[in-house]
């Protein structure tokens, strides 16, 4: 199944509160006017796009109606499209920055995130999908707060025939991500994963934390982490786009994947993050099994969203 087929399939939440929404308004205005604006704002507020990203795609709307020569005051139904092609150009710039930064050997991604996220789950996804790409993988137990962590960590990666290097409960994290570095460079792995706590609550905590792991990483290798990916709970709406605000801030966060996209109602605020902080969507989740875990196409999310067809090849 295409990636556009997999949304299709999997987003039906986030459609029905955000493209149904839009098509009753596009379908009730068949002029383009200010009332017509003015509804198509409501309805983005409603399906959890920010105050200003919404401001934003109305003004970018706007403009694309007024530079469409064909476009008439009697054609709203063509407005859909447009609006399609605003939130995926939204989503875009950010996103077709150059992959995931992994030509180092080994190359060393931190993955942080809020407990609960769906942080760990991710790790092993990711680590899936890695292994299949023929990448040696080595995986790091760094959320040492919480001692199911680094058990459910150790368990995926039995599951999945990884080693994981852990020191267990207490231990402190950096000294878990020094071990792992060194461990990843004695045995030639081509790719370190290290988890880490998420104690967002205890904020100058967890920056002091995440700010030693950088550090002791770099005492190994000085490009370490090359990447910083950001887990976010899609069933947290708009909350994802201050909690990308505080872990960018923290840590230096380079991309994102979207959690549990395929259970929320709640999509719409990726375009917040995306457009408000320009960091790329790198992957999203779409369901609980270990392949579960595409990469993102801004033009694909924005078609499902307003059940518009697929683009043609």
């Not at 200010?34 to 401001?55: C, F, K, P, S």
């Not at 950010?94 to 992959?99: F, K, P, S, T, V």
């Not at 995986?139 to 039995?158: H, I, Y």
């Not at 395929?262 to 989740?285: Q, W, Y």
Request: contains cysteine.
């Amino acid at each position: 199944m295409s990636l556009f087929g997999k949304l299709k399939e999997k987003l039906v939440k986030t459609q029905q509160a955000f493209g149904d929404s839009i098509r009753r308004v596009l379908s009730s205005h068949p002029r383009i006017d200010e009332d017509l604006y003015a509804e198509l704002e409501e309805a983005l507020l409603t399906a959890d796009v920010g105050v200003q990203t919404a401001e934003d795609i109305l003004q970018a709307l706007r403009d694309k109606v007024r530079r469409a020569s064909a476009m008439s005051d009697d054609n709203a139904a063509n407005v859909r499209a447009l609006l399609g092609e605003v939130i995926a150009e939204m989503m875009a710039p950010a996103a077709r920055e150059n992959g995931l930064n992994l030509s180092a050997r080994p190359a060393v991604i931190l993955v942080v995130g809020v407990n609960g996220s769906g942080k760990t789950t991710t790790i092993a996804k990711l680590a899936r999908k890695f292994q299949q790409d023929g990448r040696r993988v080595l995986l790091a137990a760094g959320d040492t707060f919480r001692a199911a962590a680094s058990e459910q960590l150790s368990m995926w990666g039995d599951r999945l025939g990884l080693p994981v290097i852990s020191q267990g409960a207490g231990a402190d994290p950096a000294a878990v991500a020094f071990d792992a570095l060194q461990a990843a460079k004695a045995r030639g792995v081509d790719l370190l994963i290290i988890d880490t706590a998420g104690r967002l609550h205890n904020k100058a905590n967890l920056m002091q934390e995440l700010s030693k792991i950088g550090r002791v990483l770099k005492k190994l290798d000085a490009d370490a982490p090359h990447e910083v990916l950001l887990v976010l709970d899609a069933n947290t709406g708009q909350n994802m786009v201050q909690q990308a605000r505080v872990f960018q801030d923290i840590s230096g966060v380079t991309g994102l994947v979207v959690a549990k996209l395929d259970g929320t109602a709640k999509g719409g605020a990726v375009i917040s993050v995306c457009h408000e902080l320009n960091l790329p969507v790198r992957f999203i989740g779409l369901g609980e099994k270990m392949d579960d875990l595409d990469e993102f196409d801004p033009e694909a999310f924005a078609r499902v969203l307003l059940g518009e067809p697929e683009a043609r090849a």
